[in-house]
């Protein structure tokens, strides 16, 4: 069974603080992806990563960082914590064809 | 742009068929999908149709896909409480590297 983990469900941290959010995939899948999701805005793009050690910018990269070292994690970092990235954080792997992305169960996050 | 749209909101009564409506832009995009994501749980991928099909059938699920109109549809039949849920529409990017999601039709389910 295919499987995407996340590091937390939930997380309270204080403005200015850094934050790590770590993501695990088992699938040996060269892509993967971090999104956040508010409501009504749906999910959006902060950054993927199609191999090790590359990244990609997506919709909104602005406060965020990401780090892959190894294939099967994915790191999102916020460098300095905003009150205005409280949200919900979701990791995702993906195949290549057909593109079908795994999710993890994601991470809620409020900042203080 | 690439651009995927459905309405936001659907209500229905339990053992009612469901409808959730989705519009995509890009004409080249291989595939297209429905997720669905349960309350404070990830994305699930609950099918996926080829560009070149019609319609595609599991259990309770259909869905239907009008290229012309760019307009995919997934219909619940029999729809019960369970079913309760945001389903999300995507269609592959242009460079088939991720997907481009719609912001999410909200299904509730009365019984």
């Known amino acids: 069974d295919v499987k995407v983990t996340q590091s937390s469900r939930y997380l309270v941290k204080r403005t200015g603080e850094k934050v790590f959010l770590e993501c695990v995939q088992d699938?040996?899948?060269?892509?993967m992806f971090w999104y956040r999701q508010d409501p009504g805005l749906g999910l959006r793009l902060i950054y993927f990563s199609y191999d090790v050690k590359m990244k990609e910018k997506g919709d909104i990269p602005e406060g965020y960082s990401v780090s892959r070292e190894k294939k099967e994690r994915f790191s999102l970092i916020l460098e300095s914590a905003s009150t205005n990235q409280t949200s919900m954080y979701l990791c995702a792997s993906s195949s290549r064809t057909p593109i079908i992305q795994y999710f993890g169960p994601g991470t809620r996050l409020l900042v203080l | 742009g690439e651009d995927v749209e459905q309405s936001l909101f659907l209500s229905v009564r339990e053992g009612d068929s469901s409808v959730i409506n989705c519009t995509y832009t890009?004409?080249?995009?291989?595939?297209l999908y429905w997720y669905k994501q349960e309350p404070g749980a990830g994305l699930q991928l609950l099918t996926y149709i080829f560009s070149n099909m019609d319609m595609k059938q599991d259990q309770r699920l259909t869905v239907l896909l009008n290229k012309k109109d760019k307009h995919l549809s997934l219909r619940i039949a029999d729809t019960q409480t369970g079913d309760s849920a945001i389903y999300f529409c995507?269609?592959?990017?242009?460079?088939?590297?991720?997907?481009?999601f719609g912001k999410g039709t909200t299904l509730s389910v009365s019984s």
């Open positions: 995507a269609e592959s990017d242009q460079a088939g590297t991720a997907l481009i």
């Open positions: 890009d004409s080249s995009s291989t595939y």
């Open positions: 699938m040996d899948h060269e892509n």
